[in-house]
C-alpha cells in the first residue's frame, strides 16, 4: 500500500523512513491532486503556522479536509496533530487555518518553549501485541502541543504527568509536586493523533498501529489501496538518515 506523507516541511523524510522499515511505500504529498493516489496520509511534526501558510499557498486545505471528511485514515504527529484538531489555542496573532475533523481543543505549545523539549516514558495498552509484549513508549515532546479538551467520540490512548501547577496552566511559579495527567494521542475514528514524535525512535509500534487502521478502512470500505513494491516511485523517499530539525 502507499502511505502518503504531507512533505511541505517538518519530520516527513523520518516518517517515510519508518514505514519503509515496515515495509510501505511512503509518498511525499506537495499539491492536493496527489491525495487522490493514496489510501491515508501522515501529517507530520515541524511548525504547524508555517505548514499552514505553505499548504495554503498550495491551496490544499481544502482537498485535506475532503480527505479527512472521506474516511481516510490520517495521523497527525505534533504539528500535525495541531493541523487535525477541530480547536487550536496559543497560535499566532491572526491565528492559523486548520484542517480540523479531531473533535478535540489543543494548545499549541502546551509544554513551553523549544528548551522545554523532553522524553518521557508512556504507558500505551494499546500497543501492547497479543503476546503480552511492552506497553510502554517512550515519548519524545519537541516543544508539543497537548490536548485540553476532547468530545464524546475521542479515544483517550495516551497520557503523560505533568506537575498540577503546569496541568492547569496557572502562572504560580510554586513548584508542586502534585502531578495532573494531560492528553497526548488520541483516536478518533478515521483519525489519529499524537503531540509526540515516535518517527524520530526506532520504535515503530506507532506506525504499526496506524498501517492496521488503514489496512481496517481499507476492509470496511474496499477502497483504493495502492499496491507498489517500486522502490523507486516518483516523490518516495531516498535517505534513511535521521534529519529532523521542527
Ligand atoms: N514539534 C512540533 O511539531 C512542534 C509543533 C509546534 N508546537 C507548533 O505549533 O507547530
Known amino acids: 500500500m502507499t502511505v502518503g506523507v504531507l512533505a511541505l516541511q517538518g519530520s516527513f523524510n523520518e516518517h517515510i523512513a519508518a514505514l519503509r522499515r515496515l515495509g510501505v511505500t511512503g509518498l511525499e504529498i506537495r499539491r ?6 493514496i489510501a491515508a496520509l501522515i501529517i ?7 505548514m499552514a501558510k505553505l499548504a495554503e499557498c498550495h491551496n490544499m486545505f481544502p482537498a485535506l479536509r475532503k480527505f479527512v471528511k472521506m474516511g481516510k485514515p490520517v495521523w ?13 489555542i496559543g497560535q499566532k496573532a491572526g491565528g492559523q487555518e486548520l484542517v480540523g475533523g479531531l473533535d478535540c481543543t489543543v494548545h499549541r ?12 516514558d508512556l504507558s500505551i495498552p494499546h500497543l501492547a501485541d497479543k503476546e503480552g509484549g511492552p506497553s510502554n513508549f517512550r515519548g519524545i515532546f519537541i516543544r508539543a502541543p497537548a490536548i485540553l479538551e476532547v468530545g464524546p467520540e475521542v479515544e483517550v490512548l495516551a497520557e503523560v504527568s505533568v506537575p498540577s501547577n503546569k496541568a492547569t496552566n496557572s502562572n504560580s511559579s510554586e513548584c508542586s509536586q502534585e502531578l495532573n495527567k494531560v492528553i497526548v494521542a488520541v483516536k478518533q475514528g478515521n ?3 499524537t503531540a509526540f514524535h515516535p518517527e524520530l525512535t526506532a520504535d515503530t509500534r506507532w506506525h504499526s498501529y496506524f498501517l492496521k487502521m488503514v489496512s481496517e478502512v481499507g476492509e470496511a470500505t474496499s477502497s483504493v489501496v495502492t499496491a507498489s513494491g517500486d522502490s523507486s516511485a516518483p516523490g518516495e523517499h531516498k535517505y534513511d538518515l535521521p534529519i529532523f530539525l521542527p
Open 44 to 50: 507530520p511534526g515541524g511548525e504547524s503556522t508555517t
Open 32 to 37: 492536493a491532486e496527489q491525495l487522490q493516489s
Open 76 to 88: 497527525g504527529t505534533c504539528a500535525g496533530l495541531i493541523f487535525l484538531a477541530n480547536k487550536a
Open 191 to 193: 483519525l489519529l493523533g
Open 109 to 120: 505549545n502546551f509544554f513551553g518553549s523549544q528548551i522545554q523539549s523532553f522524553e518521557a
